[in-house]
T-cell receptor, first 115, second 107 residues
Framework: DAGVIQSPRHEVTEMGQEVTLRCKPI?????LFWYRQTMMRGLELLIY????????DSGMPEDRFSAKMPNASFSTLKIQPSEPRDSAVYFC?????????????FGPGTRLTVT | EDKVVQSPLSLVVHEGDTVTLNCSYE??????LLWYKQEKKAPTFLFML????IEKKSGRLSSILDKKELFSILNITATQTGDSAVYLC???????FGTGTSLTVIP
């Protein structure tokens, strides 16, 4: 299996632009998670989906952030408009089932820089 | 407020030393505790612990959970330079992560 796939791997954009990050989970995994990692705040859960349905989006920082999962093999995280403080590494992870007891498998991350 | 606290924040040891990393937590609806290793890229899964007192072991790494005292430890014996990484602890229900312990193993 190819593992969790994220694109792009790096993104540099100017403040105010729209940014879309993409994720393809491991085939057969039912749960998908979006995380943001910064030096200051560490790894933060933004949102997670189970069977394509958003279960908890309490970690989404504000309305500029939105996430969708139109089908079991694809998810997007959108930031509009982007701000310099959004600069971070964004990880997508997937898990085999909506069980509280399964580990997650992380993608390689997207390094976002907003200037 | 739910939280996960890891200690120490950083650690420098010599090859062959044994290290113990700590993770304490206060979360509602605890389901499991997970340990990850993060080198320069994405975290990779090490252990998942759900029951107190049962040691999980993988090679030179082992971990145990104490649900009464709300903590877990990760032990690494006979450390090698390849063990240098940030070790993250996460607690489910909602995947709260600690800020990690940065381990550096010098030859």
């Amino acid at each position: 299996d190819a593992g969790v796939i994220q694109s792009p791997r790096h993104e540099v954009t100017e403040m105010g632009q729209e940014v879309t990050l993409r994720c393809k989970p491991i085939s057969g995994h039912n749960s998908l998670f979006w995380y943001r990692q910064t030096m200051m705040r560490g790894l933060e859960l933004l949102i997670y989906f189970n069977n394509n349905v958003p279960i908890d989006d309490s970690g989404m920082p504000e309305d500029r952030f939105s996430a969708k999962m139109p089908n079991a093999s694809f998810s997007t995280l959108k930031i509009q408009p982007s701000e310099p403080r959004d600069s971070a590494v964004y990880f997508c992870a997937s898990s085999p089932a909506d069980s509280r007891y399964y580990e997650q498998y992380f993608g390689p991350g997207t390094r976002l820089t907003v200037t | 407020e739910d939280k996960v606290v890891q200690s120490p924040l950083s650690l420098v040891v010599h090859e062959g030393d044994t290290v113990t990393l700590n993770c304490s937590y206060e979360v509602t609806n605890f389901r499991s505790l997970l340990w990850y290793k993060q080198e320069k890229k994405a975290p990779t899964f090490l252990f998942m612990l759900t029951s107190s007192g049962i040691e999980k072991k993988s090679g030179r790494l082992s971990s145990i959970l104490d649900k009464k005292e709300l903590f877990s430890i990760l032990n690494i014996t006979a450390t090698q330079t390849g063990d240098s990484a940030v070790y993250l602890c996460a607690v489910r229900n909602q995947f709260y992560f600690g800020t990690g312990t940065s381990l550096t193993v010098i030859p």
